[in-house]
C-alpha cells in the first residue's frame, strides 16, 4: 500500500524521504518489523519506541513513524505526528481497509458485566444462526476458533487485524469489551461502533486513572463514537449522568433498569439458588425471561443484552430463548464442585462491589458458613492499599471467615499485600486466616469447611494461570479445587 494511501486523513509533518513509498507492513514492535514496513514508535510506560528507531532501520523499514524530535539518518521517509499511538489506530485502520465500517460493530464498557453480556448476546445471535465475533476476556472468538488476547481490547494494530479477520471469514457482526485503558489510550480510535453499551462504574484501575472522575470520563468517550444507540444502565449513578449528557442526541439512547424508569425494564423478578426469573418489559411487549445464574448483576447483564438485541430487531422470543440457553458461565459464580456437604464456587470478583454482589447473591440460600478465599491484585501507591482496606471490609462484613492469599502479586511484595488486607480484616473484626500459596489456601478452605458451608474462591475467576514476580504459572481454580476433593475420597 502507497504511504499515501496508508496515512489518508492523518495529521502529519513529512520530516524526511517520500510519500509515494510503498508500506508492506505496520508494526509498533521493533522485533516485527519487516522490510519495506512502516515502524510507528510508541512512548509506552516501561519501554520507549523511540530507542529501537535504529533496530527498525536495521530490520528494513522503509518508514519511521515518531512523535518526540529523534534525529534519523537518511535513507527511510520520517513523519512526525502529535500522537503516535491515535495515528497507529489510523494507520491500522487505513492498512486493514477500515474493516469496522464493513460491520455491525457493539462495545461494552463498564467495571464489571461485561463478559456475562457479552455471552448473553452471542447466545441470541446464535439462536438464529448469526455469527457474532467476540473480543474481550475471554479472548477472540471467530467462528469457532478461539485466540487469547494479552489484553482485555488488543492494541490497534492487533485489533484491526482481528476485524479484518471476522470480515475475511463472513462475521459481519462483533461485539467488544472496551476496557478504560483501551479508550485511554486510543487502542479502539478509528473504529466505527454501531452500539456502546454502559453497565455499570465502580472503583477500579485508579492506579492509572488517579480518581473516579477520570475514570469515567475514561469511559464514557465510547459513547461518542457510536453511531446508532447508547444503551445505559439507568439504575447506576455514573449511568444517569451519561444519560443525561446523552438525552436529545444522535444516535438514539436506550435505556435498561430495575429500580429506576427506562425503556427495557425486569419486574417480578424471583431469585434462586441456581438460577433467575423475571419479566422483561419493552416498547414491543413484555415477555418471561429465565437466566441460569443467581443474583440481580445477572438480571442487569441479561438486561444490557436484551436491550442491544432489541436495537438489532430481535424478536422478543429470540431474545428469550438466547438468555435461557446461556447454562453458565465460566468463572462467573461458577458451581465447581458441590455434594450434600459442601458447594465450592469460583467467580472473578476483584473489585469491593463485585465481591460485594456476589457473597449477597450467595448469602440468602448458603445454610452454612460462608467461606471466603481471597487476595487483591497488585496495584501501586495509595490506590493500592485503599483497594486492599476496601477488599477486606466487604469480606469482614459479608463473609463469615476469610482465607486470605495471594492473587497476581507480579513484581509486589506478596507478604505486603496480605498485610495491608489483614489489617482492614482485623479493623473491621473480620475472621481470617493467611496462607501467602494460593493453592494451599484453598486447600485449608476446603480442610475448615463443615456441612451446609460454601466455599467462595474469588478474584480468579476464568484465569487459568497465576502471575508472581515475572512468572506466569498455571494455575486453574475449577480443577486444583477438583484434585483437592478427589484426594479426601
Known amino acids: 500500500m502507497l504511504l499515501t494511501s496508508l496515512t489518508k486523513d492523518l495529521s502529519y509533518t513529512l520530516v524526511q524521504g517520500d510519500l509515494h513509498t510503498e508500506a508492506s507492513s505496520v508494526a509498533y514492535d521493533s522485533r516485527e518489523v519487516k522490510p519495506g514496513g512502516v515502524f510507528v514508535a510508541i512512548s509506552g510506560f516501561t519501554v520507549d519506541g523511540h530507542r529501537y528507531i535504529e533496530k527498525a532501520k536495521e530490520l528494513g523499514a522503509a518508514v519511521i513513524v515518531l512523535e518526540k524530535n529523534v534525529p534519523v539518518a537518511a535513507g527511510v521517509t520520517v513523519l512526525q505526528v502529535a500522537d503516535t499511538r491515535e495515528a497507529l489506530a489510523q494507520i491500522a485502520a487505513n492498512f486493514y481497509d477500515r474493516p469496522t465500517e464493513q460491520m455491525n460493530l457493539i462495545g461494552i464498557t463498564g467495571t464489571n458485566g461485561k463478559t456475562s453480556t457479552t455471552y448473553f448476546l452471542q447466545s441470541i445471535f446464535e439462536q438464529t444462526g448469526t455469527s457474532l465475533g467476540i473480543i474481550g476476556t475471554i479472548g477472540t472468538v471467530i467462528g469457532d476458533k478461539v485466540f487469547a ?281 473480620g475472621a481470617y486466616e493467611a496462607v501467602v500459596d494460593r493453592r494451599d489456601a484453598i486447600a485449608f478452605a476446603i480442610e475448615i469447611s463443615r456441612k451446609d458451608d460454601v466455599i467462595l474462591i474469588a478474584g480468579k475467576g476464568h484465569e487459568t494461570s497465576q502471575i508472581i514476580g515475572k512468572t506466569e504459572i498455571p494455575f486453574n481454580e475449577a480443577e486444583i479445587v477438583r484434585e483437592l476433593k478427589r484426594k479426601e475420597i
Open 149 to 429: 488476547n494479552k489484553n482485555t481490547t488488543p492494541e490497534s494494530l492487533n485489533l484491526q487485524q482481528i476485524f479484518a479477520e471476522m470480515i475475511d471469514s463472513h462475521t459481519k457482526h462483533c461485539v467488544m469489551e472496551v476496557s478504560s485503558h483501551a479508550l485511554n489510550l486510543n487502542r479502539v480510535a478509528h473504529s466505527s461502533f454501531n452500539t456502546g453499551i454502559f453497565t455499570n462504574l465502580t472503583p477500579d484501575h485508579l492506579e492509572l486513572h488517579h480518581t473516579m472522575e477520570e475514570y469515567f470520563e475514561a469511559k464514557a468517550k465510547l459513547f461518542a463514537m457510536t453511531t446508532d444507540y447508547n444503551i445505559i444502565n439507568a439504575d447506576d449513578k455514573h449511568g444517569k449522568i451519561l444519560i443525561d449528557r446523552l438525552s436529545n442526541q444522535e444516535p438514539k439512547l436506550m435505556t435498561y433498569a430495575i429500580e429506576q424508569e427506562a425503556d427495557i425494564f425486569a419486574t417480578d423478578i424471583c431469585y434462586f439458588a441456581d438460577y433467575t426469573t423475571y419479566t422483561v418489559n419493552t416498547p414491543k411487549g413484555s415477555i418471561s425471561i429465565k437466566v441460569n445464574l443467581p443474583g440481580a448483576i445477572y438480571v442487569y447483564n441479561s438486561l444490557a443484552a436484551i436491550a442491544t438485541a432489541y436495537c438489532n430487531q430481535f424478536s422478543l422470543q429470540q431474545i428469550a430463548d438466547g438468555i435461557a440457553a446461556v447454562e453458565g458461565i465460566k468463572g462467573r459464580l461458577e458451581v465447581v464442585y458441590q455434594d450434600e456437604d459442601t458447594k465450592i464456587i469460583v467467580d472473578f470478583a476483584h473489585t469491593e462491589d463485585s465481591l460485594e454482589k456476589a457473597l449477597t447473591t450467595i448469602r440468602p440460600f448458603a445454610k452454612g458458613r460462608i467461606i471466603l478465599v481471597f487476595g487483591v491484585y497488585a496495584a501501586d501507591g495509595e490506590s493500592g492499599v485503599e483497594k486492599r482496606r476496601a477488599m477486606a471490609e466487604v469480606a469482614a462484613t459479608f463473609a463469615d471467615f476469610s482465607v486470605v492469599t495471594s492473587d497476581n502479586p507480579k513484581m509486589q511484595d506478596n507478604t505486603m499485600i496480605i498485610r495491608e488486607i489483614v489489617e482492614g480484616l482485623e479493623a473491621y473484626n
